[in-house]
Structure formats: C-alpha cells, structure tokens
C-alpha cells in the first residue's frame, strides 16, 4: 500500500515540475507540509515563481483554490464572507469569502493590515469561520499558501512571531541559476501550467494526510526534537525559543517525509532534512545577538550541532 501512496505522491510533484523548473527540493517540502496537514509560508523576492508554485499544486491536486492579492484596502470579511439580507426570503444569506477553498493562495500576506492578516491566520488555527455567530467549517483539506515580499519593502506590514510560528514551514526558493533561467526563457510561451493534469483530489489528499500520522517515530527521534527545542529555550542568546507547536510541526513533517519516501517508519535523515524549514523562523534572538552580528541561521546551526543525533537501527 505504502508503495502506491508514493507513486501517487511523485506523480503530483512530476505534474507540478512541469511549470516549475530546477526547484525540486522546494516543491517536495511543499508537498510534505501538505501531506503533515499544515500551512506554508513562502518568503522570498518578487518574480522568483511564488505564484505559479502555489497554482501548479492546487491544479496538481485536483482540488478547489482560490487566490487573493493582499492590499492595504483587503478587509476580514473578504477572506471569512459576510451575511446579505435577501428581500426575496426576507432573511440574511451567507456569502463565503475565499476562505472557503481547499487551496487559498495568499498573495503578498505582508502587504495588507495586520487586522486581516489575524483573520487570515485564525481560519488557518481553527479550521472554521464564524460569521454572526455562525461557525461553518472550510473544506477540507485545507492548505494556506501564503507568500510574502522581505520585511521592509514598500507597503508591507510585517507578520508578528506569534502569527509566523502558525505557519508549519517557512520557505525561500531563490533565484534560478544560469541553466535553469535559460530554460525558463526558452519556454516563456509554453503555458506550462494549463498542461497540468489533476492526479488527486480531495478524498485521496485526506487519505494521504491520514496515512502520514500512522508512520512510525521511534522515541529517540521525539527526545531528540525534545532535547533540541530545550536547547533553543536554554541559549542565553535566543530571546524566544521553539514552542511546543514548533515540536509538533518538526514530528509532522518528519513523518511526511518518511511517506514521501515511500516509507512507514522515520529515519535520522529525516530529521536533518527537515530542522530548518520547520524550526528556524520560530526564533526570536536577542538584541545582544543582533549587536554581535550573530544570525539566526548560525546560532541555530550551532545548537543543532551540539545535540547528537539520534541512532536507529533499521
């Protein structure tokens, strides 16, 4: 069984890679988050195929989404709906905002209010929306694709920590290099994406989704997460460490990458994989670190160093 979930797995991403080029290691993180049921944040700089990869995956999946540009005059009911007063039936209507999709591509999360992007983040935590009292469940599956242009461009209102950390990964895709970009020239005019082929839909996505949290975690893997997020709380140049979300979220995806694999049981391989794209942006350093010209990215590799990793045998 394990063996056809893979195969269905891989045929989703070949889909998927034919309107993206050279970003295969992107696009399987992508389809991990998806697999471990959470959320994904995708930072990076304008025009390096945010878009189209949330597209090409919607399609892929063969399930509904919807887009939204988020601009400044974007309001919360746009994303939850609103009710309307029907004259006819003398009664009010709901009219479902975009929350209301299996697929919502947040478009640029950052550049709206940080009311709307609290409305946002809340239908990601509670998979439902209440409108005047009223508490509809979104469909499901339901994956929020949010990207967002760096901090301290034009127009954007950065995420606060607390609303970054509900996001199961946070990624960067990165200019192409030479080779990819001349292929990306080559086919500016082949409309890659209106060639992708639905290969699931929303039954086999929870199926999937299901058949991930069965897969196998050897203890020593959850001490070895345990003893990591400790390890952030402890360093005396880390302000806020990872929460036990941020735990959660790197058990997730460990085994959606065991499943994306092809396989039932966890590996230390999946573990390494992993740490950064779940854990490192739910690190807060201090001031002192910033004014030592220590990174994020250094004072986590460090800590990840110290702590041994766990030893299976398969």
Do not use: C, W
Request: hydrophobic share 45%.
């Amino acid at each position: 069984m394990m063996s056809d979930e893979h195969t269905v797995i891989q045929a989703v991403l070949a889909e998927v890679e034919k309107a993206v080029v050279g970003k295969t290691d992107i696009l399987e993180k992508i389809m991990m988050a998806i697999l471990a049921g959470g959320h994904i944040l995708i930072d990076d700089v304008p025009g390096v195929g945010k878009t189209t990869i949330s597209i090409a995956f919607a399609k892929a999946l063969g399930v509904s989404h919807k887009r939204m540009q988020f601009t400044p005059d974007v309001l919360p009911s746009d994303i939850t709906g609103f009710s309307m007063y029907d004259k006819n039936t003398n009664t009010f209507r709901y009219i479902a905002g975009t929350g209301m999709t299996n697929i919502l591509l947040a478009d640029e999360i950052n550049r709206t209010s940080p009311r709307t992007q609290s409305a946002l983040l809340e239908v990601m935590e509670e998979g439902n929306i209440t409108v005047d009292g009223i508490t509809r469940p979104v469909p499901k599956p339901f994956t929020v694709i949010a990207t967002q242009n760096p901090a301290g461009s034009i127009g954007t209102q950065a995420l606060p920590e607390s609303q970054v950390d509900r996001f199961l990964i946070r990624l960067s895709i990165g200019y192409p290099g030479v080779a990819e970009e001349i292929q990306i020239l080559k086919e500016i005019h082949d409309h890659a994406l209106h060639t992708i082929k639905s290969i699931v839909n929303a039954e086999i996505i929870i199926q999937l989704q299901e058949a991930t949290k069965r897969v196998y975690v050897d203890d020593s893997i959850y001490e070895y997460i345990a003893e990591l997020a400790a390890a952030t709380r402890r360093s005396p140049l880390i302000l806020f460490g990872i929460s036990p979300r941020g735990s959660v979220a790197a058990i997730k995806m460990i085994q959606a990458r065991a499943m994306l694999d092809g396989r039932s049981f966890a590996r230390p391989d999946d573990v390494t994989a992993i740490l950064k794209p779940v854990l490192q942006h739910r690190l807060i350093i201090t001031s002192q670190a910033r004014f030592k010209h220590r990174s994020v990215d250094d004072i986590f590799a460090e800590i990840v160093q110290s702590i041994p990793l766990p030893k299976i045998v398969e």
